[in-house]
């Protein structure tokens, strides 16, 4: 059972009254670890989410979460995500931060392997869809919010990233045209900048990754948007 470490309850704008719950996936590590601690040290309940049990039990019992395992791209989970909000009285936040980094090496787009451009889609832009459209009746009577996790590769030409690059930009996108759509929502979609994270080290190698911000650092930045609550729109770090 995981052990509650939550203190005090920051109610942010525009979120319920209650102790307000959030669902980030890929919280087993990296910035959505980061994220999933500075959360519940700000008094939120979560459901967190990432494929590998043994690290998303340890990020549960840090974070006091509920977790449950598994791919974001399979509709089977994503309906088991759905229920635990539901049985958690409804959400105040979602955050699509679960990633694939495509093909790696990271291949340039002549040789891209398009089964491996089309798993990178599944997981970074339709699964994100669907949890949006499987939570979006709830987000909407708490007047809630959606984070989806992009990257400046998403508008930068980076020779080897053009298959990542064109999953972020289709996030940026469906993220811009769900915002304009769902004014009840705020709807942010954030370059969080480099980080030293597994993702990084597997595309640039530990070395280069070495010297990327710590995404422990990267967290509050988004813990005090969802507190500030600014206007629906694209944010870089
Ligand atoms: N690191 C950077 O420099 C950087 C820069 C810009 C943007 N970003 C973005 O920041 C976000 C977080 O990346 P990170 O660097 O923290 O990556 P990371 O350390 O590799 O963590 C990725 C997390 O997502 C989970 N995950 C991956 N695919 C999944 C799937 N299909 N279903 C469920 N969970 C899945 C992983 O756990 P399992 O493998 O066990 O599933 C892990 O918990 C991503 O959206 C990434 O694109 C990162």
């Given at each position: 059972m995981a052990k509650d470490t939550r203190s005090t309850t920051e109610t942010p704008a525009g979120?319920?009254?209650?102790?307000p719950t959030a669902l980030v996936t890929?919280?087993?590590?990296g910035l959505g670890l980061a994220l999933a601690k500075a959360l519940a040290a700000g008094g939120w309940q979560l459901v967190i989410t990432a494929r590998g049990a043994a690290d998303l039990d340890s990020a549960a019992r840090e974070t006091g979460a509920t977790a449950i395992a598994g791919d974001v791209a399979d509709p089977a989970h994503r309906a088991r995500l759905a229920r635990a909000v539901h049985e958690l009285g409804g959400l105040d936040l979602l955050v699509n931060n679960a990633s694939s980094l495509g093909a790696v090496p990271l291949p340039p787009l002549a040789d891209y392997p398009l089964d491996a451009l089309s798993e990178a889609l599944r997981s970074n832009v339709l699964a994100p869809l669907a949890l949006i459209q499987e939570t979006l009746p709830g987000l909407r009577e708490r007047r809630g919010a959606v984070i989806n996790i992009s990257s400046d590769a998403a508008v930068g030409a980076y020779a080897g990233w053009g298959g990542y690059g064109l999953t972020k930009a289709a996030l940026d996108q469906l993220s811009h045209v769900l915002a304009a759509e769902e004014p009840e929502i705020a709807v942010w979609w954030v370059?969080?900048?480099?980080?030293?994270?597994g993702m990084l080290t597997d595309a640039v190698g530990a070395e280069e990754a070495a010297g990327a911000a710590d995404p422990e650092t990267v967290a509050p930045f988004l813990a005090d948007l969802v507190k500030r609550r600014p206007a629906s729109g694209r944010v870089i770090r």
């Amino acid at each position: 059972m995981a052990k509650d470490t939550r203190s005090t309850t920051e109610t942010p704008a525009g979120a319920s009254p209650a102790r307000p719950t959030a669902l980030v996936t890929g919280a087993s590590r990296g910035l959505g670890l980061a994220l999933a601690k500075a959360l519940a040290a700000g008094g939120w309940q979560l459901v967190i989410t990432a494929r590998g049990a043994a690290d998303l039990d340890s990020a549960a019992r840090e974070t006091g979460a509920t977790a449950i395992a598994g791919d974001v791209a399979d509709p089977a989970h994503r309906a088991r995500l759905a229920r635990a909000v539901h049985e958690l009285g409804g959400l105040d936040l979602l955050v699509n931060n679960a990633s694939s980094l495509g093909a790696v090496p990271l291949p340039p787009l002549a040789d891209y392997p398009l089964d491996a451009l089309s798993e990178a889609l599944r997981s970074n832009v339709l699964a994100p869809l669907a949890l949006i459209q499987e939570t979006l009746p709830g987000l909407r009577e708490r007047r809630g919010a959606v984070i989806n996790i992009s990257s400046d590769a998403a508008v930068g030409a980076y020779a080897g990233w053009g298959g990542y690059g064109l999953t972020k930009a289709a996030l940026d996108q469906l993220s811009h045209v769900l915002a304009a759509e769902e004014p009840e929502i705020a709807v942010w979609w954030v370059d969080p900048g480099e980080m030293r994270t597994g993702m990084l080290t597997d595309a640039v190698g530990a070395e280069e990754a070495a010297g990327a911000a710590d995404p422990e650092t990267v967290a509050p930045f988004l813990a005090d948007l969802v507190k500030r609550r600014p206007a629906s729109g694209r944010v870089i770090r």
